[in-house]
């Protein structure tokens, strides 16, 4: 009589992803994790060692976004702490990560187990789907409905808690699969369809449209619908923007895009939001960063119509005035088709003005600049934060990626995109923090664009807190042999923070933001890498070219000042705020 083969659970969690087509996991090795890890090895499915937990998710993360396919984190019990801010940046971003962590023996729970934690109720609300397995025989069940569920609807981070005896013990070879679904491959997600007589009330709002705007969110970037945005944008004359803090979905350099529907780092959106008559926001949230929907953002008499692929989505939204459940690309057919059917009329007279502002905007902006900049030359002062981030782009092609993480880092550089756009500058795409401005993911996101992109150039530009709060990741590219570049905006300190404690002090002080003066340069070339210092504005495209040039990992530690920035000006009043909100 043959003997049925065994597996341990943690071989066949390996094989049931590999069966969905999971193309890297990212983890930080422990004990916990090995039995998955050799299941892994045996599928040949590869597997990213990362310094941190934390670099990790953050690592599956920036492949997700970018591949906009799932992507694993394996971490033990005592890792599952460190993953939980990976956990809420990719829930921020709606990204689909399967986090995995091993946890305490399941026979003896609650009994103080070695390293037990409550890790299912803790990542609930950090997640759409949080599961202990408890059955090894139901181990494929538990990795579809989690991946189901990550890819479903509003896509977003899922987390399976596997107790030690379940991931080492050993069960039958074909444990589970005489239930259905037989099938356990991925299999393409289900889209919401609109229901005609919920789309026609409101595309005959649209139409009758004057000052129409399109305001394009996470969901259009999770149902790859960028092309028909951009197609509808061009098709009807409509500005079209994108949700702050977002995965940017067309390339500044559109016709149609506008920049950012941010009222402090692009100012031209408040004109356009303002004098909309009708503003349709598609796979985009009413969060804080939209007031919620509420004057003075959106006046009372813009018709706010917001369309959603989800009823997740949906439920953020109840302010609108009209509610669409609809997948993105499915609506935005239906918008189009408006002009097909011959009932569009408007022509290009206020997308016309839209542009004009902006030119108006870049303008301003770059005179601004100037102004600063030529009393740097005669004095010796040290870059401003836009110039910097305007001169790296005069490195970059249109294959290549900008990331950037910080503070107001993050701010002058999307100020710098936006500019450089109207100019005609190209780039493949780029990459930031997601809705929680969680700073340090820098590192990990243009380790993920150069993975998935390895013939492009990748830049970072990170603030030096941004750095100091991620930098560690930078292990991995050079274990894993990835060059890229990253430029420090080293201003000495937390100076987006700093800036709001002077407006808010009754001193006028900051006070433990400060850093020392660190060489981050030195870290890299103590690594193997390739480190320069940057002291002057004419100093830095010819270091930059250097750098890429090096075929290392690259650190250029650029002394810059600090700047305020439009957003923290704008929004920091002194004593009577404490934030950016």
């Known amino acids: ?36 890890l050799e299941g892994f090895m045996e599928c040949q499915t590869p597997v990213i060692n990362c310094p941190h937990e934390q670099i990790a998710g953050h690592l599956a993360d920036g492949h997700a976004r970018l591949t906009r396919k799932p992507t694993v984190c394996l971490v033990g019990p005592e890792g599952f702490a460190n993953a939980v801010p990976a956990m809420m940046e990719a829930w921020g971003e709606r990204s689909p990560v399967i986090f995995v962590t ?42 579809d409905r989690a ?11 899922v987390h399976l808690s596997v107790p030690v005896d379940i991931m080492f013990s050993s069960f039958e070879e074909d444990a589970g ?21 919920a789309l026609e009330p409101i595309l005959d709002a649209i139409a009758e449209a004057k000052r129409p705007i399109l305001i394009g969110g996470h969901g259009v970037w999770w149902a790859g619908a960028e092309a028909k945005l951009e197609e509808a944008g061009r098709l009807l004359n409509v500005p079209v923007f994108n949700v702050p803090y977002h995965q940017k979905l067309l390339g500044e350099d559109s016709d149609v895009y506008m920049g950012l529907a941010d009222i402090h780092q692009y100012p031209p959106s408040k004109f356009a939001i303002a004098e909309s008559d009708v503003a349709i926001m ?222 808010l002090f009754e001193s006028g002080q900051h006070f433990a933001t400060d850093f020392r003066d660190i060489p981050f340069h030195g870290l890299f070339e103590g690594l193997g890498g390739y480190g320069e210092l940057v002291e002057a504005a004419d100093q830095l495209v010819p270091a930059l070219r250097r750098a890429i040039a090096s075929g290392k990992p690259a650190c250029l530690n650029v002394k810059a000042r600090g700047v305020i920035s439009p957003i923290v000006l704008a929004t920091t009043n002194k004593r009577d705020k404490a934030s950016i909100e």
Not at 16 to 31: N, P
């Open 282 to 503: 598609l796979g985009g949230r009413l969060d804080n960063q939209m007031n919620f929907g509420n004057p003075p953002l959106f006046p009372a008499s813009t018709q706010l119509i917001c369309a959603n692929g989800s009823h997740e989505e949906l439920e953020n939204n109840r302010a609108a005035d009209r509610l669409l459940l609809s997948d993105p690309s499915a609506f935005l057919d239906a918008l189009c088709g408006l002009e097909h059917e011959g009932r569009w009329h408007l022509d290009e007279t206020w997308i016309a003005l839209n542009r004009e502002k902006r030119r108006l905007w870049v303008e301003e902006t770059l005179s601004d600049l100037a102004k600063e900049t030529e009393p740097d030359r005669k004095t010796g002062r040290t870059i401003h934060p836009l110039q910097l981030a305007l001169a790296v782009q005069e490195c970059l092609g249109e294959n290549d990626w900008l990331v950037f993480d910080g503070g107001n880092t993050h701010f002058w550089s999307e100020i710098a995109v936006n500019v450089s756009g109207w100019k005609g500058k190209k780039l493949a795409g780029m990459m930031h923090p997601g809705s929680y401005s969680m700073l340090g993911v820098g590192v990990s996101f243009a380790l993920s664009a150069k993975n998935t992109h390895p013939e492009s150039t990748v830049v970072l530009i990170s603030g030096d807190g941004a750095f100091l709060s991620g930098g560690l990741s930078i292990e991995a590219a050079f274990q894993e042999n990835i060059p890229i570049v990253v430029l420090v905006d080293n201003n000495g300190g937390l100076d987006c923070i700093s800036q709001q404690q002077e407006r």
């Open 102 to 143: 091993g946890s305490s023996t399941l026979k003896r729970q609650g009994s103080g187990g070695f390293k037990e934690i409550d890790d299912v109720a803790i990542a609930a609300p950090l997640t759409k789907y949080s599961a202990q397995i408890t059955d090894g025989t139901r181990i494929g069940e538990f990795v």
């Open 147 to 157: 991946y189901k569920i990550a890819t479903s609807g509003y896509p977003g981070p």
């Open 1 to 36: 009589m043959t003997e049925t083969k065994r597996l341990r659970g943690g071989y066949l969690l390996a094989r049931a992803f590999h069966e969905k087509g999971v193309e890297r996991v990212f983890t930080l090795a422990g004990g916990f994790c090995n039995p998955a």
């Open 177 to 197: 699969r005489e239930e259905r679904p037989f099938n356990r491959q991925d299999v393409p997600s289900l889209r919401a369809w609109p229901d005609p007589a």
